[in-house]
């Protein structure tokens, strides 16, 4: 009987480990999220991703990310950033061609901030990482396919952008 014991209380910790070390993200379904995060150096991080209705104009037969071979019906219409309540430049370009956004976690790694969006569906699905230097500037952006990471994936560095 000890040995069952011992075996059923071995479960609850590794069940409890995976919990604590899996980050929930939060799901868009409202349209928008808003997170904030204090940085290893006291500062204040502050992230909001925003949903929005796919419209054409001007981008008729844009190739999208989530929406390969079909018209989407929403996008990321809004990635807005700050440290300390200043706005830190995130260009559009960055988050322009992610369509059918469904979840998005912040994270500190190390000492950046990520921003992680998942969207798509099936062979459409895809993991979109934003990483912001220290807290300071957006400093790249990856895409990859969820279901073919190395084969449909891209990445994007950014110089030169830290507000000062």
Do not use: C
Not at 125 to 151: C, I, N, Q, T
Request: proline fraction near 5%; aromatic fraction near 8%; avoid cysteine.
């Amino acid at each position: 009987m000890k040995s069952r014991r011992i075996h059923v209380v071995i479960v609850v910790v590794l069940i409890g480990i995976v919990h604590l070390a899996v980050a929930q993200p939060t799901a868009l379904d409202s349209g928008r999220i808003a997170k904030t995060l204090k940085l290893p150096d006291g500062a204040t991080f502050a992230v909001t991703v925003s949903v929005g209705e796919w419209r054409s104009d001007p981008y008729k037969n844009a190739k999208l990310w989530g929406a390969w071979g079909k018209t989407p019906t929403t996008v990321i219409a809004l990635v807005a950033a700050s440290r300390n309540k200043d706005p830190l430049y995130v260009p559009f370009s960055s988050y322009a061609d992610l369509a059918e956004p469904h979840t998005a976690e912040v994270r500190l790694k190390g000492n950046n901030v990520e921003l992680e969006i998942g969207g798509g569906a099936g062979g459409n699905s895809y993991h979109a990482v934003l990483v912001f230097a220290k807290g300071k500037y957006l400093s790249s952006r990856r895409v990859e396919s969820s279901e073919m990471p190395k084969d449909a994936r891209e990445e994007t560095k950014y110089f030169g952008v830290e507000n000062r």
